[in-house]
């Protein structure tokens, strides 16, 4: 079920004594569980989720990342245990078994017919939850200005470089005012929350330790790092630097008319010498170092993913008027006829769904099904329904020939497709979905990026002239 900007306005969600029936819920459940979005907003929302529910008198006992794409599907399951609420934050796509469901995002995919919420357009979804939801300040207000300037790329307002957000040591200056100071070291705490983010329970541990205060997150990000032996602060940096260097000298990144191009983010991990562990070292605004002046950032994942992105490092901006929202729409509607006439069966959409699941996952069942694709499903015979609601609703590894078969008569238009799983805004788009189309996955993406600079270096000679 898609719920738009306008009906999330008209349906009260949005009130100052918090998530509708939080009293009602709090007498139902005593304890909760909680799945947040693998970033610094999901990390400080789920805090801030935390420190209301259990104000509420609902202990929090357990919290677990979800991210989009196949890992949405791969993510753990919800205990059975009645007493145990599964609460969302900071995700676009619902699911029924969540009884609170919170997100700032301007559309919401899923099924909440069971889910209590609170959608409000906003740079983060943790100023919602501290100062909207709550009826105290969770966050102090200089955290959540922070927050905001990370989780919405507010950079250049702030007078923030690339340098400054790929910094991964923060030391006190005491030439700087306190709120520079803070700023600083919040960022920094972002950085490496990135740079750990994929360590097996360790954002889940940052949530579950934590206090609502950026200086404790940064505070025990350091810490666990350290017990965990994982990467210094030191070593983010230079890996970083290497990263850097080798990009700058690969000739893989590409830069024409304003506009940064390039194909997969070349080689993103880099061993230890010391310890012989494989650590990360890719980060986003890397390319923004390399070409401070660029207008633009086009980058094609041979997932199957096109992402465009203005420079936030920009203060004044060259270039105005240019919507990469609608050039990613312009750039699709050249194949418009094209992409209706082609078609994914279902069968391979939950395939490939679910392959990172394992037996405690979500898995893509039929309300995924449903809240993605809607009435876009080609094919459905009503008195099938029971069929696919039963194919839909197991695992993949488990269906037999006869409901595969069920599935593989359903399908999607690649049209279709594609628009459920793009979007974006005026300063960063992506067009997503494409990893569904199989061997024509890397070329038709790389097809669509050529189109895409294209047409965004005609779009910006129009601006300058």
Partial sequence: MKITKKEILQKNLIKESGIRDINKLSQQYKKAEIYFHQDLDGVVTALGMKNYLENKGIKVIDAHIIQYGDKEFS???P??????????????HGKPEFKIWTDHHDSQAGDKSTSSGNFRGARSNAETISQIVSP???????DILIINTVDSADYARHNINPEQVINSIFKYNKEKEVSRNRMLMGLVANKLLLSHKNKPGFLENLVMTSTP?????????????????????????????????????????????????????????????????????????T????????????????????????????????????????????????YESEMKSEFVDLNTIKRVSEKSTNEDSFGFRFSDLVAIYNDKIVGLDRRDLKYIKQAANKPYSELDKQLKWKL??????????????????????????????????????????????????????????
Avoid at 264 to 277: A, C, H, Q, R, S
């Fill in 75 to 77: 993510v753990k399951r």
């Fill in 213 to 285: 205060s950026l200086l404790n997150i940064y505070n025990n990000v350091v810490r666990m790092a350290k017990e965990e032996g994982y990467a210094s602060p030191e070593r983010i940096a230079q890996t970083n630097l290497n990263y850097f260097n080798k990009r700058k000298d690969s000739g893989a990144v590409k830069y024409e008319d304003g506009i940064i191009i390039s194909y997969g983010g070349g080689m993103m991990w880099e061993k230890n010498p010391e310890t012989g562990k494989a650590e990360p070292n890719y980060d986003r605004y």
């Fill in 287 to 334: 390319v923004f170092r390399m070409y401070p002046d660029a207008e633009f950032n086009v980058i094609a994942w041979p997932m199957g993913l096109l992402q465009a992105s203005c420079n936030p490092f920009k203060k004044e901006k060259a270039i105005k008027g240019i919507n990469l929202g609608e050039v990613a729409q312009e750039v699709l509607s050249k």
């Fill in 408 to 465: 593989k008569n359903l399908k999607v238009s690649v049209w279709d497709l594609i628009q459920a799983n793009s979007g974006g805004h005026k300063c960063i788009t992506n067009i997503s979905g494409l990893g569904y189309l199989g061997k024509e996955s890397v070329s038709t993406t790389k097809k669509l990026q050529q189109d895409f600079v294209k047409l965004l270096k005609d779009k910006v000679k129009q601006a300058q002239q």
């Fill in 136 to 142: 105290k300040e969770i966050f102090p207000s200089s």
């Fill in 79 to 92: 205990t059975d245990d009645p007493e145990v609420m599964p609460v969302l934050v900071d995700f676009a």
